[in-house]
């Protein structure tokens, strides 16, 4: 659950900002992005922040906002896992509307060349450094078939888990790491250097580009890998932020009030 609620703050901040909207339900007047292709079937962790807000809104209602909430699971996440810590800041409101289009739009895709993902980050005022570092969060986590069948090389492993036909097994799932799947370390960094990544959005972070030497930096560098992973943490969990008077508190993390 550490990998699923990191990468959920991820897929909600980089969709009109850190704003708990990847949490609404489909309704008459809103499409949500649950459904949207990045989230559907893949991001997980929903019942966790449900569960938390429950919590909160019986002891402090209307004072801790989803957003807070998704930004704050994400850094224990990575506690509990023994990776960074980090900061975090507060004051987030939540949307009182989703985007499917954004989400289909502005997230990263598992097949994204080099070039792209670097503007995607850009776009959202991260550096490639910071790129790299947030993707070493595939550490720890799993894919599934459908994002990596082409690349599955010759590892008798791979291939069990991921049949060769498409559409068998779209959903069977594979560790991103598969040396060290649940330890938060740098091994990741490693598995890039010798042509492991699983994805291809990860090899491509190695391979001849321009995030070659930050790669290589972090697979010998546990240190620098785990301060600038907590510093790019901070950075996208401000990304485009509703504050003050903005949005609202939502009473549950699925629906805006006005449906609650």
């Not at 704003?19 to 992005?33: K, V």
């Not at 509307?97 to 850009?122: C, H, I, K, M, T």
């Not at 560790?175 to 699983?198: H, K, W």
Request: aromatic fraction near 6%.
């Amino acid at each position: 659950m550490a990998a699923s609620l990191i990468r959920l703050h991820f897929h909600d901040c980089f969709v009109q900002g850190c704003d708990a909207s990847i949490l609404l339900d489909d309704t008459p007047s809103i499409t949500g992005e649950k459904t949207a292709r990045p989230n559907a079937n893949s991001v997980r962790g929903y019942e966790v922040i449900d569960d938390v807000k429950s919590q909160l809104e019986s002891q402090c209602p209307g004072i801790v906002s989803c957003a807070d909430i998704v930004a704050v699971a994400a850094r224990d996440a990575s506690e509990a896992v023994n990776g960074p810590t980090w900061t975090v800041n507060l004051g987030r409101r939540d949307s009182t509307g989703a985007s499917r289009a954004g989400a289909e739009s502005d997230l990263p895709g598992f097949n994204d060349p080099l070039d792209r993902l670097v503007e995607r980050f850009d776009t959202k005022g991260l550096s490639a450094r910071d790129m790299v570092a947030l993707s070493g969060s595939h550490t720890i986590g799993q894919a599934r078939c459908a994002t990596f069948r082409g690349r599955i090389y010759n590892n008798a492993t791979r291939r069990g888990q991921c049949p060769s036909v498409a559409g068998d097994g779209n959903n069977n799932l594979a560790p991103l790491d598969l040396v060290t799947p649940n330890s938060f370390d740098n091994n990741y960094f490693r598995n890039l250097m010798e042509r492991r990544g699983l994805l291809q959005s990860d090899q491509v972070l190695f391979s001849g580009g321009s995030t070659d030497s930050i790669v290589d930096e972090y697979s010998r560098d546990s240190g620098a890998f785990n301060s600038d992973f907590a510093a790019a943490m901070i950075r996208m969990g401000d990304i485009e932020p509703l504050t003050g008077s903005q949005g609202e508190v939502r009473r549950v993390c699925t629906a805006v009030n006005a449906a609650a």
